[in-house]
């Protein structure tokens, strides 16, 4: 064999775009595999078109991606349908800000013109995308890519709005919604995002008509008692029965409303009685319902008082309608007081913009059927949530669902394919867009102008994408599928929804195991975001770190239920081993000259403990794998290359390359070179690029490592005696290097050593060469301590390493005694603080127990020198 020649220098940026494009070249995304194995199947959670991916989609992707890479290596046909999502409100929202650039509005271009604009955006936004999954090394196969709003999936949506419309499950109607004045549109209750805010509850009398008193009501928003049609108390109360069915003045307006009595009224809470705006609140619309009151809507789609409320009023925005009905009322007389209160407030998911209840026409989706079939798949086992904890939420929202608002007040997404007729006002709902009216044959119909919701499309993506509603192979081979993986912040919007969605036009849940992972944080604890500038962009760690380093180093920090704390430099752990994985390749690689090939080479002991730990790295590795454990599995990964691969088992082949035959040397390089492309593939789903690279350099490597076989764990390779025997001597080695270094004794000064155990004596030579030993010695009996020794205690063994013969036994006492001071004064400043009753009470929990175990490391610590110091004087 020839030497082959790495670069020096690792440098990801060398190799990582033409390795993609290799694997491009060649396929190798596409599902092959076993035809007989059970396929592997994951849809990508579509990113919106409406910018770039962030770090969080780099998280997802990275998990998925290194599911999709492990099952394809263990043979599996393996799909991953890759995809992107129109986001209505969202995309709708960005255009709106590019026109008001130029000074204009959706409206000075018209729907068609505006949709022509939306639709050059999402391609913009898509290029961008895909370079972003192509560069963080997405494994997606991507003839197969979908967009939500392409034929083959409108075509789905379609279907699926007329066939809920036949199964009685979609109705129309006035009801009272989450308004967005902002994006003018109704918002489902899954999209209105609540925080608390500071406001004014403010008391207000309502004077009886009779001239006997008031009723006072407390309310956070006093504009909307334009809207009032009631006042109503709880039917045994006392204090109001005789006002029961007796009528109040609407302080600032000339109408008259009613008393009336409801259980739903809570006596207790304030005075008991509750003003009744059932255009503007959820309560007062039910109660509304029961009483057969009137619904006055005093707001415009744009959040101003409509013409329903006092002149004065008219057309002021909310917060300004509030002020100045404060100020009137005060005038009035009908201030009756009010506090400060924090209260939760609802905003827009998508602007931010404060919810109003609103009433207007909606089309809603009846839930409770599809929620009922979504509970008994989870209660049968039909789905597994990864971790198990998040099944509480999702039978929680299930069981308390409410219909779902789909229609929305914007252009830009899937139009609602019905249509009325103006001649004779049929409502037509069809799969095909009608000519006529099927009642009178008019040819005058109205589509509806709104679109659908976002979700809407998106909860059929994991059958759409392949095909449904059309009997396609793809449909057939790969669903339902196998894994979703997504953060916990959409469980109600998308994961719940697809289920229900699969249940009910495909009979089957549409996977099976359902990974949750947890949100990226910085370091602070506060979630990662543009608007308070602590975001990362991945392609940011791409550039300056490599992919690979940003794959293993969020595998590495993903711990399954749990949020993960993130600064930029943390992704030097990633590169740091991908670094460690390249020098050990170079070295390995660079001495191949004149080397030969051996055919089944025999093994020393210490290639059947490596072995026997590649072994155990297997198992452990393909275990965390197939139970979504990546932190599990990025740590073993991580702990067998570096440690047990590079430290321990490189380092000890260099005793066979210093001392054997030619014979020898070549046993040792093909042993080597076995471990390391057997290691390569272990490592490959996690860090796909760098071992790729490496493994196209090794002699006689046939096909890529993308599509190579993962290592399986085998019982033939299980050697304890050996693993026993190197514990033991990787416990010398580590104790007579920590001594070294506590002696200050530099590496080029051999030791020499005396152990009573004589089971290491064949591994003698290995020991010299791994501690820097001139000479070892093994007895089989305990002895006593040699002077100029320092005394060292192992499981099974006692060394004796003769430190004075490398360095002066006065310099190492004054060493070792300025050491045991510095301990000491070290220990008491430890122990005042921790007996300190205030330090104890005002610190965190977390930080005592850090001083807590820093006190017991120093007092392990004084008790070793303190022993050190009596050999070197005896």
């Known amino acids: 064999m020839h030497a082959i020649e790495l670069e020096r220098s690792f440098n990801p940026k060398h190799f990582e775009d033409a390795v993609y494009a290799k694997w491009l070249h060649t396929q190798a995304f596409a599902p092959a595999g076993e035809s007989a194995k059970t396929p592997f199947v994951i849809v990508i959670p579509p990113p919106n078109v409406t910018g770039v991916l962030h770090l969080g989609h780099g998280l997802v992707i990275t998990l998925i991606d290194t599911a999709i890479r492990f099952h394809r290596m263990c043979g599996e046909p393996t799909l991953w349908v890759p995809g992107t999502d129109h986001a209505g409100i969202a995309t709708q929202h960005v255009v709106e800000k590019q026109l008001k650039a130029r000074s204009l509005s959706r409206h000075d271009l018209g729907r068609e013109k505006f949709i022509e604009e939306t639709w050059k955006v999402k391609a913009e936004h898509h290029k961008i995308i895909s370079k972003q999954l192509a560069r963080m090394g997405a494994s997606v ?40 004045t902002s994006c003018s549109t109704a918002l489902s209750d899954d999209e209105v995002d609540y925080e608390e805010t500071g406001g004014k509850m403010y008391q207000i009398r309502y004077p ?70 059932p255009a503007h609140a959820q309560d007062d619309w039910e109660i509304a319902g029961r009483h057969k009151l009137e619904l006055i809507n005093i ?48 905003h827009c998911y998508r602007c931010g913009t404060v919810i109003e209840p609103f009433l207007s026409e909606q089309w809603f989706v009846r839930m409770r059927p599809l929620a009922d079939k979504a509970l008994a798949a989870w209660k049968q086992g039909e789905i597994v949530f990864y971790p198990r904890k998040w099944e509480h939420t999702y039978r929680h929202w299930l069981e308390n669902i409410r219909d779902w608002c789909i229609s929305r007040q914007i252009w ?75 953060a916990y912040d959409i469980i109600f919007f998308w994961v719940s929804r697809m289920i229900m969605a699969g249940l009910e036009f495909t ?25 308070l500038g602590n975001g990362i962009d991945p392609l940011d760690i791409v550039e300056e770190f490599g992919a690979d380093a940003l794959k293993f180093t969020l595998a590495f920090l993903c711990a399954q239920g749990q949020d993960i ?43 059947r403990w490596i072995y026997a730990r590649l072994n155990r790295t297997v198992q452990s590795m393909t275990e965390a794998f197939l139970s979504y454990r990546y932190n599990d599995a990025a740590t073993a990964a991580y702990e067998y290359f570096w440690s047990d ?100 004794i530099t590496p080029e000064k051999r030791l020499r050593v005396q152990v009573a155990r004589t089971d290491l004596s064949s591994n003698a030579e290995l020991i010299k060469l791994l501690a ?83 006190l017991e490391e120093a007092k392990i610590k004084v008790g070793k020198v303190r022993l050190y110091l009596q050999d070197l004087m005896d």
């Open 565 to 607: 704390l993130l600064e930029k430099k943390a992704f030097s752990i990633g590169s740091k081993f991908a670094n460690k994985i390249w020098n050990a390749s170079r070295y390995i690689l660079m001495n191949l000259e004149g080397r030969n090939k051996v055919v089944q080479a025999a093994l020393l002991p210490v290639d």
């Open 141 to 180: 196969d991507w003839s197969r890519e979908r967009f939500t709003m392409d034929e083959g999936l409108s075509q789905a949506v379609r279907e699926v709005f007329v066939s809920l419309y036949e199964r009685n499950l979609l109705y129309k109607g006035n009801y009272l919604v989450n308004w967005c």
């Open 772 to 854: 820097g030993l001139s000479e070892i010695n093994f007895t089989l009996a305990e002895i006593g301590k040699p002077a100029g020794s320092v005394g060292l205690v192992g499981k099974g063994f006692e060394a004796f390493v003769f430190v004075t013969e490398a360095v002066d036994r006065t310099i190492i006492i004054q060493k070792f005694t300025k050491e045991l001071e510095k301990d000491k004064r070290f220990i008491d400043g430890l122990e005042a603080k921790l007996s300190n009753a205030a330090f104890l009470k005002a610190a965190p929990q977390a930080l005592v127990a850090k001083e807590q175990q820093k």
């Open 299 to 346: 707001l415009t789609a744009d959040g101003r008082l409509n013409d329903a409320v006092p002149e004065q009023y008219r057309g002021l925005k909310v917060k300004e309608a509030r002020e100045k009905a404060v100020v009137d009322l005060k005038k009035g007389g009908f201030y009756a007081g009010e506090q400060s209160i924090t209260h939760a407030v609802g």
């Open 412 to 486: 830009w997404g899937h139009r609602i394919p019905a249509w009325t007729c103006r001649h004779c006002g049929k409502l037509i709902v069809t799969r095909k867009d009608p000519e006529s009216c099927p009642s009178c044959s008019s040819k005058d119909l109205e589509q509806d102008p709104d679109v659908l919701d976002t979700w809407f499309s998106s909860w059929l993506w994991p059958f759409s994408t392949l095909g449904w509603p059309n009997k396609t192979p793809d449909l057939a081979a790969f669903y339902p599928t196998t894994t979703l993986v997504t």
């Open 645 to 744: 691969f590079c430290d321990w088992y490189l380092e000890a082949t260099k005793l066979s390359f210093r001392a054997g035959d030619d014979a020898e040397k070549d046993r040792a390089t093909t042993v080597l070179l076995e471990v390391l492309a057997e290691s390569l593939r272990l490592l490959h789903p996690l860090l796909p690029f760098i071992t790729e690279e490496i493994y196209s350099k090794l002699p006689d490597a046939t096909g890529q490592l993308i599509t190579a076989a993962y290592p399986v764990y085998e019982t033939g390779r299980e050697a304890p005696q050996e693993e026993a025997s190197f514990a033991g001597i990787q416990e010398l080695v580590r104790l007579v290097r920590t001594l070294r270094a506590e002696c200050g």
């Open 507 to 531: 009979g089957q849940v549409p996977f099976r195991n359902i990974y949750i992972h947890g949100l990226l944080r910085d370091e602070k604890g506060k979630k990662m975001s543009k608007s």
């Open 208 to 277: 009886c008509v009779d001239g006997k008193g008031f009723i006072e009501v407390a309310t956070t928003r006093p504009e909307t008692m334009f809207g009032d049609v009631a006042v109503a108390v709880h039917p045994e109360d006392e204090r109001y029965k005789k006002l029961v069915g007796e009528f109040v003045h609407l302080p600032l307006t000339e109408r008259q409303i009613p008393v009336i009595a409801d259980p739903l009224v809570d006596k207790s809470l304030g005075t008991g009685a509750l003003k009744i705006t």
